[in-house]
C-alpha cells in the first residue's frame, strides 16, 4: 500500500476532517457513481444515515451540511465555504436537492439525513450508509463507508475500513515502521525529505510535486491571514470568542524591546498562527488537512515559526518540512490512526505534533536520526490525550490545544537537534503504544462528546 503526501495534506473545509471532508467524499462518491451507472436521472428519494461518532457529534461537526453539498457534487478541496450555509438554507426552506448539481429531487433535510446517536456499524466508528430509490420505491443503490480520519474514505468492501483504498503503485522506497525507514534512509545516504521526494515522484514529477506542495503552504497562509482578519463568536452555540485578530493586533504593536520579556516574543506567534488556523476551521473555513481538522493547527504554526524565525528558512525548507512531516503522518496511519473517534485526540494532535517536530528538525539541518528523535518526542508527550469536544464542536479543547501542541513540537524539535539521534525509546514503540492506548481508552472519550469536558463543563 502506498501514501502520498497528496492523500495525507490536502485542502478541505472545516471544521472536522473524519465528520466534514470524509461525509462530503463520501456522498460526492456515491452520486459519481449513480451518474456513471446512468440512474441519476431515474432517482427519487435519497436518505444518509449517521452512525457512530458521526451520529453522536455530527450535527455539531457539520456532517448534516457536509452530505448535503457533496449529494450536490462539490468536493472539500475545490467548494467555496462562503456558500454552504446560504445553500443548507435553501435546501432546507424548498426541500429540494440537486443531485450532482443538476437532477432536482424531493429532500426534506429532517428525513433525509438522519443521526443515530447510539447505534455504530462495524469496523470504524465513523460510519454511514447513503441510499437512493426510484418513484415505484426500489432500491437503485445502497453503499456503507467509512469516514477513517484525516478526510480518508473507505466503503464497505475494505477489509477492516481502517486504512486508505488499496494503492499499488510501486515505490523506490517502501516502508512500514520507522526503523526500515532510518535503514533506507542510512544504505543509500540519503535525509528523509528526500527519500519521500523520490517516492512521491512515482505519482508525479518533481516539479509537480515542489509546485503542489507549495501550493499547501500557500493555503496554510491565507488560513493564517484569514484568522487574523476575520471576529466575532464562533457558530454552534458555546458563543466561543475569536482571539486571534485581536492578538495579531496586539503583537503588532510591540516593539523588539517587547518581545524581549518571558511572556512574549515566538511563543506569542506561534500561539496566534494555530489559533488564527484553528478558528478559521472551527468556522467552517478552508484550510490545508494536515493531518486531520481537529489538529489543522499544528503544522501551520510551526511551519510558520521556521519561515519567520529559523535563520535561512526559504522555500526549499518549506518542501523538506512537509515531506517529512509526511513520513512520519504516513507511520502514524499505517501503524496506528489519525482518528479521534477510534484512539483518541492522541492520534490526531499527538500525530500532528510529531510531524511537526520532525519536519522542523528535517528543515534546520537534523539527521534521519534526530528527526525521527523528534517526531518520537512529540508523540510520546501526547499518549494518552483524550477527545472531548464540548457540544460536539471543534472549538474547546480543540483550539487551544492545538497552540499547546505547536510549542511542544518546537521544543521537541530543539530537544532532539541538541542531542546525536540516539534515545531510549523509538518512535515505532511510542506510535505502537498510541495504538494501545487509543484500544484500551473508553469509547466516551473518543469524539462522542460523552464523557471528559463535554459533561463536566456546562455548555453556556
Known sequence: MAISLFDLLKVGIGPSSSHTVGPMKAALMFVEELKKNQLLNVVARVQVQLYGSLGATGKGHGTGSAVIMGLEGH????????????????????????????????????????????????????????????????????????????????????????????????????????????????????????????????????????????????????????????????????????????LH??????????????????????????????????????????????????????????????????????????????????????????SGAEIGCQGEVGSACAMAAAGLAEATGGTPAQVENAAEIGIEHNLGLTCDPIGGLVQVPCIERNAMASMKAINAASMALRGDGTHFVSLDHAINTMRETGCDMSDKYKETSRGGLAVNVIEC
Open 75 to 246: 468536493a472539500p478541496e475545490s467548494i467555496n465555504p462562503n456558500i454552504v450555509d446560504s445553500r443548507v438554507a435553501e435546501v432546507s426552506q424548498t426541500k429540494r436537492l440537486k443531485l450532482m448539481g443538476s437532477s432536482d429531487i424531493f429532500f426534506n433535510i429532517d428525513t433525509g439525513i438522519v443521526f443515530h446517536r447510539k447505534e455504530s456499524l462495524p469496523y470504524h466508528p465513523n460510519g454511514m450508509t447513503v441510499t437512493a430509490w426510484n418513484a415505484d420505491g426500489e432500491v437503485l443503490s445502497h453503499r456503507v463507508y467509512y469516514s477513517v480520519g484525516g478526510g480518508f474514505v473507505v466503503d464497505e468492501e475494505a477489509a477492516g475500513a481502517d486504512r486508505i483504498m488499496e494503492d499499488a503503485t510501486k515505490l523506490p522506497y517502501p516502508f512500514t515502521n520507522g526503523t526500515e525507514l532510518l535503514a533506507m534512509c542510512e544504505k543509500d545516504n540519503l535525509s528523509i525529505s528526500e527519500l519521500m521526494m523520490e517516492n512521491e515522484k512515482a505519482w508525479r514529477s518533481e516539479e509537480e510535486v515542489r509546485a503542489g506542495i507549495l501550493h499547501l503552504w500557500k493555503v496554510m497562509q491565507e488560513c493564517v491571514q484569514s484568522g487574523f482578519i476575520n471576529e466575532g463568536i464562533l457558530p454552534g452555540g458555546l458563543k466561543v470568542k475569536r482571539r486571534a485578530a485581536s
Open 249 to 338: 493586533k496586539d503583537l503588532k504593536q510591540r516593539t523588539r524591546m517587547d518581545m524581549i520579556t518571558p511572556s512574549l516574543g515566538a511563543m506569542d506567534w506561534v500561539n496566534l498562527y494555530a489559533l488564527a488556523v484553528s478558528e478559521e476551521n472551527a468556522a467552517g473555513g478552508r484550510m490545508v488537512t494536515a493531518p486531520t481538522n481537529g489538529a489543522a493547527g499544528i503544522i501551520p504554526a510551526v511551519l510558520h515559526y521556521y519561515d519567520r524565525f529559523c535563520p535561512n528558512s526559504d522555500d526549499e525548507g518549506v518542501i523538506q518540512f512537509l515531506l517529512t512531516a509526511t513520513a512520519v503522518g504516513i507511520l502514524c496511519k499505517l501503524n496506528a490512526s489519525i
